[in-house]
């Protein structure tokens, strides 16, 4: 047998046995949040994700956030969003990787934007821990730590990201280096979902880095000089089979979090989104253990990269 045939079968041979051992159909729904003890057990140490349904209805923020609310309390807040002509943010389009243009805008000009359907896409999207450093003032309608997480992981949230957009903004796949508690204050996310594990089956590409500038009226993509920047090339959501054909052997789990909602994303773990318009959400991000679940990923990745995945 050739050697990268053989790699390859030992690739695909250990991702169906993840599935036989350990990876289910659909994510588990919890009615209640875990014990620190159980998280760490039975998922940080597994790399499983669940839903905990209600998990956290009670939160001030699931009754009093809302569109009507922000403009009351906090319309004239100068906030960051990304805009983009399409919804894609931080996406692959035509061959490049191509980041948002960022734009200071108030409380109220977002919404207004946001609600107009022919305007262009507009995103509170910014990962920096912007509900603790720009937002203060909403951290007591949530929580600044999850409990349970933080005591099973030894350490406090490293950010605390608001999210707020309409069905037009799509996430597109990607992972992280965060052990990830996702909360949906309004409104529904759809998430599909890859195990680590099924990196053989989804392709990877290196794209020229570029970033959307809008000047008098009219959208250009402007090209950064940078390192190429490596990124899933399939979109889930509309695979093109023809073009990626690996793709049909990965294992997609899809997932639907609800306002009151809190998913638990391990680290590693690929995922696209998309949500329904006016969904408000809060992640959670916890550095994760660069432990042999991390040392066994980087060498898949090498692996499939020497394959040319």
Not at 107 to 131: C, G, P
Not at 165 to 184: C, F, L, P, Q, W
Not at 258 to 265: E, R
């Amino acid at each position: 047998m050739h050697s990268s045939t053989a790699v390859e079968q030992c690739l695909y041979e250990s991702a169906e046995e993840a599935r036989e051992l350990y990876i289910h159909d659909v994510v588990p729904r919890l009615k209640s949040p875990p014990t620190a003890l159980e998280f760490y057990r039975h998922w940080v140490a597994q790399n499983r994700p669940f839903v905990v349904e209600g998990g956290a209805a009670d939160w001030p923020a699931c009754k009093k956030w809302s569109s009507k609310y922000f403009r009351e309390k906090y319309g004239d807040k100068v906030l960051s969003v990304a805009v983009t002509p399409n919804g894609r943010a931080d996406a692959v389009n035509n061959g490049k990787f191509i980041l948002p243009e960022e734009r200071e805008m108030t409380f109220d000009e977002f919404l207004n934007e946001m609600d107009d359907e022919t305007s262009d896409v507009f995103y509170i999207q910014k990962q920096n821990s912007n509900l603790t450093l720009d937002m203060p003032e909403l951290l007591p309608d949530v929580v600044e730590e999850i409990s349970w997480a933080t005591e099973a992981l030894g350490a406090k949230p490293d950010a605390v990201n608001f999210w707020m957009g309409s069905a037009r903004s799509v996430t597109s796949m990607h992972k992280d280096h965060y052990e990830n508690i996702y909360v949906v204050v309004k409104g529904a996310k759809e998430f599909i979902l890859h195990s680590p594990t099924d990196r053989p089956f989804i392709p990877h590409k290196s794209y020229p880095l570029a970033q959307y500038l809008k000047t008098n009226g009219t959208w250009t993509v402007q090209d950064i000089s940078s390192t190429p920047v490596p990124w899933v090339s399939v979109d889930p959501a509309n695979p093109k089979y023809n073009e990626y054909p690996m793709y049909k052997k990965a294992k997609k789990i899809t997932c639907t979090v609800k306002a009151g909602d809190l998913l638990y994303l391990p680290a590693l773990w690929f995922h696209h989104v998309s949500q329904t318009d006016g969904t408000i959400a809060v992640n959670y991000w916890y550095d994760m253990e660069f432990d042999v679940k991390y040392a066994y990923f980087q060498t898949l990745d090498k692996l499939n990269g020497l394959l040319g995945r």
